[in-house]
């Protein structure tokens, strides 16, 4: 079994800056792709970010140039710098992994419990 645990949410005034950080432990052989999601009420989830074992990191148009995603390989560790927030950026944020399982080597979707950023003067 693998667990996701997020941490780094809050409020925050427009404008501001927040991390968000996302540690993965249990049965991993292996980390694949891991990800940002996040959902506004009545909206549907959306893709953020998502960063490849590779480093390869790529973001959904309406946070390009704000939002920075970065894992630590060696920590399992997947993180999002958001900077210069909107009150559109509020929604509950979801950290999503691929992983490889030591048990049965075969990889698996695995996703946090999610955290609440609002962004609010």
């Known amino acids: 079994q693998v667990q996701l645990v997020e941490s780094g949410g809050g409020l925050v005034q427009p404008g501001g800056s927040l991390r968000l950080s996302c540690a993965a432990s249990g049965s991993i052989f292996a980390i694949g792709a891991m990800g940002w999601y996040r959902q506004a009420p009545g909206e549907e989830r959306e893709l953020v970010a998502s960063?490849?074992?590779?480093?390869?990191?790529n973001y959904t148009d309406s946070v390009k140039g704000r939002f920075t995603i970065s894992r630590d390989n060696a920590k399992n560790t997947v993180y999002l710098q958001m900077n210069s927030l909107k009150p559109e950026d509020t929604a509950v944020y979801v950290c999503?992994?691929?992983?490889?399982?030591?048990?049965?080597?075969?990889?698996?979707?695995?996703w946090g419990q999610g955290t609440q950023v609002t962004v609010s003067s």
């Open positions: 999503n992994a691929v992983v490889l399982s030591t048990t049965t080597l075969r990889e698996y979707d695995y």
């Open positions: 960063i490849t074992s590779g480093r390869i990191a």
